[in-house]
């Protein structure tokens, strides 16, 4: 069982930028990839970008790519979600979620994804 806790969200202006922090509880965080998806209001939930198990790999969707990066740090069961340059359009509920897997990258399918964080609030008002 994985817990998530996502944190550091908050309203800011265009071109500010925030970090995200999704603190995982249990002993094999290390084992699991990691994602942060989002839901803007009146939309659908999609993906944001996720890494690999070790931190090795990342991965983006192409409206964030260039400005929002992930990490990880298996040692205090955290993944971070550093956003810059942010736009009116980043404005949704962002959340983290874990997905059990070694190898391969990690799914970009929010269904493939065994833990949800509450989430968290972004707003960015232009």
């Known amino acids: 069982q994985v817990q998530l806790v996502e944190s550091g969200g908050g309203l800011v202006q265009a071109g500010d930028s925030l970090r995200l922090s999704c603190a995982a509880s249990?002993?094999?965080?290390?084992?699991?990839?990691m994602a942060w998806f989002r839901r803007a209001p009146g939309k659908e939930r999609e993906f944001v970008g996720a890494?690999?198990?070790?931190?090795?790999?990342?991965y983006y969707a192409d409206s964030v790519k260039g400005r929002f990066t992930i990490s990880r740090d298996n040692a205090k069961n955290t993944v971070y979600l550093q956003m810059n340059s942010l736009k009116p359009d980043d404005t949704a509920v962002y959340y983290c979620?874990?997905?059990?897997?070694?190898?391969?990258?990690?799914?970009?399918?929010?269904?493939?994804?065994?833990?949800w964080g509450q989430g968290t609030q972004v707003t960015v008002s232009s």
């Open positions: 979620a874990a997905e059990f897997r070694l190898g391969g990258p990690p799914s970009q399918v929010e269904d493939n994804y065994d833990y």
């Open positions: 249990g002993r094999t965080f290390s084992r699991y990839a």
């Open positions: 890494i690999t198990w070790n931190g090795g790999t990342t």
